[in-house]
């Protein structure tokens, strides 16, 4: 590659700067190695899915944009996947939703099994990535009223409860395949556009389906259960029954995983400060790591404040064997390999930096109560040569520096993307 000679050289520099600061520069890319990012699928075909429906998504759910090249079919989104994956440096995870299942002809959300999802499976061994899953409870006619596990019909919540238990079938299944657990993880839509009568019934209603779902014990080797809250939706905009406060006492009381969206809550509140709450009381936690603008709009993941504060939070707190790290975001005005290649570089780089702080010495200094020397600290790391350990960790892992990696979409843009 061209650029090795230089990639070697600032690398070696960049050592020992962060040498100097009491960081092992080997050592944090050894860590980072062993981190797995979990891309999700609906970016590659907004939010379609592979049941043969009118693709209509709904649900509070918008993806904007129209761009070439969407993903139709199972083989294109993993020949797209294939595609991200090599661009991006590590070993990395899917998470696939229930409506990308290979059905054959008409299988409602009740009667999904392993064996429509024995094709990702197979996939996920030859390509070495292991799979998370959740069930999908929208897009569907019978999320059409906006009332799923808490519909006030208990034919629909029946349904829905039967949709959940297959799911975590399904990924238990998955888990045993691939030797290590599935996340799964449910959210669900259901909501009021206005002012509810009652709060507390579609609440205590999504309790009892959740209980029902959740009534058999899974191995925690195979798979992992997350529950995933929201502030609100388009046509859910006053009420959302799942709210923050809901799932963080279902989590607590039953142990599960909690879910942190970075586009559900307040637009100036981030997901970081909630890390080391949380994981006081709940075993582990699933991030989905998203970006809204003004709104939870699931922008590609950039590199913000916010994204360096959550990964900072998870090396800082030593958090690393506890939280689950997916994306979801989807956007449709770009090329939809770029964005996955770009957003989960993005949370890969930001997850660098972070294992790059000197964290002893910093703690240490605010353990002393020497505030001036941490916040001098911490601004001195943000010029620190941090790109030239990020381009040495993309060529030892044989992917792309710098932006070389858009020549290769383009090219597959061209040769792929613009025949669909
Ligand atoms: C919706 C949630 C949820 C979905 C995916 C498709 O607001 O964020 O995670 O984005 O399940
Ligand atoms: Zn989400």
Known sequence: MAHSMNVQSSYQLARERYAAVGVDVDHAIERLKKIAISLHCWQGDDVGGFEGGDGELGSGLAVTGNYPGRARSPEELRSDLEMAYSLIPGDHRLNLHACYGEFDGPVDRNEIGVEHFQGWIDWGKSQAVSLDFNPTFFSHPKA????????????????WIEHGIASRKIAAAMGKAQGNACVNNFWIPDGFKDTPASRKNPRTRLADSLDKIFSDSMNPAETLESVECKLFGIGSESYVVGSHEFYMGYAISRQKLLCLDAGHFHPTEGIADKISSVLMYVPELLLHVSRGVRWDSDHVVTYSDELQAIMQEIVRGDFLGRVHIGLDFFDASINRVAAWVIGTRNA???????????????????????????LAMMEELKSMPFGAVWDQYCEMTDTPVGMDWLAKVEQYELDVLSKR
């Open 144 to 159: 059409d009223d906006g009332f799923t596990l808490s519909a006030a019909d208990a034919g629909i919540r029946q349904f």
């Open 348 to 374: 890969v780089k930001a997850m660098l930096a972070a294992l790059l702080e000197p964290t002893e010495r910093l703690q240490q200094f605010e353990l002393e109560g020497n505030y001036t020397a941490r």
